[in-house]
């Protein structure tokens, strides 16, 4: 069973906008903290966007401050990432994550990735 199962990825125009999921099996949601990552090509994966388990703690990266919003539903075990005036610079594999520390930069669970493209 995979513990985290990203949809939503594909092709967008810049300007336009995307709703990434994140579905959460086999482990307690509501314990964990989440994230989006992201990963371009050639390049390392980043820290998106992050949410703590109650959602009363969120951090993005700077680049996507005010066009990206993370959000959790804890009743139904998924994560959403809104992902709003897209850029080219946005192309890449996003990937979300949990952990049970919010600091930490140690993931326990992995998404296997959904392929966001940004047409210019």
């Known amino acids: 069973q995979v513990p985290l199962v990203e949809s939503g990825g594909g092709l967008a125009q810049a300007g336009g906008s995307l709703r990434l999921s994140c579905a959460a099996s086999?482990?307690?949601?509501?314990?964990?903290?989440m994230a989006w990552f992201r990963q371009a090509p050639g390049k390392e994966r980043v820290l998106v966007a992050k949410i703590n388990w109650s959602g009363a703690s969120i951090h993005y990266e700077d680049s996507v401050k005010g066009r990206f919003t993370i959000s959790r539903d804890n009743a139904k075990n998924t994560l959403l990432l809104q992902m709003n005036s897209l850029k080219p610079e946005d192309t890449a594999v996003y990937y979300c994550?949990?952990?049970?520390?919010?600091?930490?930069?140690?993931?326990?669970?992995w998404g296997q990735g959904t392929q966001v493209t940004v047409s210019s």
């Open positions: 994550a949990a952990n049970t520390v919010y600091i930490s930069t140690t993931y326990q669970y």
């Open positions: 086999g482990f307690t949601f509501s314990n964990f903290n």
